[in-house]
């Protein structure tokens, strides 16, 4: 079957454009479009070290945490690492486990587990030789890490401030050698600044408020630091994610006092460029990096050109983003490509991936059976509650993606399939219901049956729209037809900070004592899905 899925035609095209490292242009193009990154990397913040571009972006509940992308041109990108390998903030980062959890800035939506929390806008910063990245949880605290090369190894974190209710930190570290951080709180504002020890690990004063301007400068955050010119500049969003712009901040003393001026507003289809990091080119050129929200696609990307004229930034075009400009003169042009389909031929899991929370190790595999993702089952209520769900970024404007299964190992009230995973996910799968296999399509938690299934593999194929919407289908054999089920449905929206997900999940349902009783006892593995490859076309 492995074999004669290859045939399938729809996925055969998919599989040839789906790797990382497909041929780029060879000559350099007069001009850029964007969005440069039609993906949900939010809250990006970028440097340049040498010639080579890393940027990182907040990953919130799913694991492993803070992805680090790399670029040679600052247009195209591919993930180099994560800084997190887990989550080790709380247990509630293991879904299932019997806590309670009232007291969550993040408002989880049930005991065990802590959606919209997790990491919240890091910043990336090199200084004397080695990376850093800083980062916020809504409910522990700010956080550091550090490595020599941003491919890591990354150290374990480093608790900087403990405690709830802070955000968005950004290190910067002066002329003399002084070390300081800036920081905002849940909600927004105001900007804080902390005297910090050379090595970044703690801070030597409880902080000063810097910069407060409820009036001016409502729901101001995600400050990001620097000098230039003897001037200290922070860069920061306000007004809110949906519709807010870009401010900067300048002042001759790293604690003020500050002036401020918008360089960036809402216009030209974009409603709220918003949180961002701003980065020069070998040759000069200044460039800002940051992010506009798109309902169910999330926080995609773009590139606006930066030039200075008094010693303040101006962004875009006469302050407004553009749609289109001349192309950075980076002095490469890269070949970077986001990864995303997977043959699971390797016997680690490809960087494009990031679990619901952290996983259990113990209930999934991909050396048990050579060339197969396997997925084992735990009881949970529902698709939220369960564990080791495995997504990734979903990119836009027009995606497919498919997925073959071997589903000769469901037990009783085993679902398994390819979702987009959010708030009232819309999925097609599998459920054994009465010792039968029936191809199910959901939505908000309501299945609806099909044909009852015989054979022992299926494959999946979700239709994803430029207009937010996704066609579920299905084929029984690897040469198809493909059948649709269910109606063009609504993506998963805007959901605990993220976009919509495309992902594999299993689970066997059970009802809130079951569920509850094989959390406190460890949910023993009772049945698995195999997965033979994932496979993504960008339309």
Known sequence: MRALAVLLSAAAMLAAVGMAGAAAPREQPRTFHNPIIYADYSDPDVIRVDRDYYLVASSFHFSPGIPVLKSRDLVHWS????????????????????????????????????YAGGVWAPSIRQHDGRFYVYWATPDEGIFMSMAAHPEGPWSAPVTVLPGPGYEDPCPFWDDDGKAYLVHSRVGAGPIILHAMKPDGTALLDAGKTIIEDKLALPVLEGPK??????????????????????????????????????????????????????????????????????????????????????????????????????????GALSRDRLQDSDEFSSGRLGLQWSWNHNPDDARWSLTQRRGFM???????????????????ILQGPATDIATRLDIGALGEGQRAGLVLFGVR???????????????????????????ALAGASIVLRAQVRADQTVQFSYALHARGPFVALGPVTRLARFSWWKGSRPGLFTYIKADDDEAKQAGAAGRIVENFVDVDWFRVSRR
Request: hydrophobic share 35%; proline share 8%.
């Open 79 to 114: 993930i180099a690492a994560h800084v997190l390998a887990r989550l080790p903030f709380h247990p509630a980062y293991d879904i299932g486990l019997p806590y309670s959890l009232t007291d969550s800035i993040s408002k989880p939506v049930g005991p065990g587990l802590r």
């Open 225 to 330: 630091v620097y000098k230039r010119n003897g001037y200290y500049y922070i860069f920061a969003p306000f007004g809110g994610v949906e519709t807010g712009g870009q401010a900067v901040m300048r002042a001759r003393s790293v604690d003020g006092p500050y002036e401020h001026r918008v360089v960036l507003t809402p216009g030209n289809g974009l409603n709220g460029p918003h949180q961002g990091g701003w980065v020069d080119t070998p040759s000069g050129q200044g460039w800002f990096v940051h992010f506009n929200s798109t309902g169910a696609f999330g926080r995609i990307t773009y590139l606006q050109p930066v030039t200075w004229k008094d010693d303040w930034p101006e962004m875009g075009q006469a302050g407004m983003p553009v749609s289109t400009a001349a192309y950075p003169d980076s």
């Open 374 to 392: 396997r997925l084992g089952a735990a009881r949970a209520r529902h698709l939220v509650g369960a564990r080791n769900t495995l997504t990734q």
């Open 425 to 451: 996910a819309p999925w097609i799968g599998v459920v054994r219901e009465n010792g039968v296999n029936f191809i199910t399509y959901a939505e908000g938690g309501q299945e609806t049956r099909g044909a």
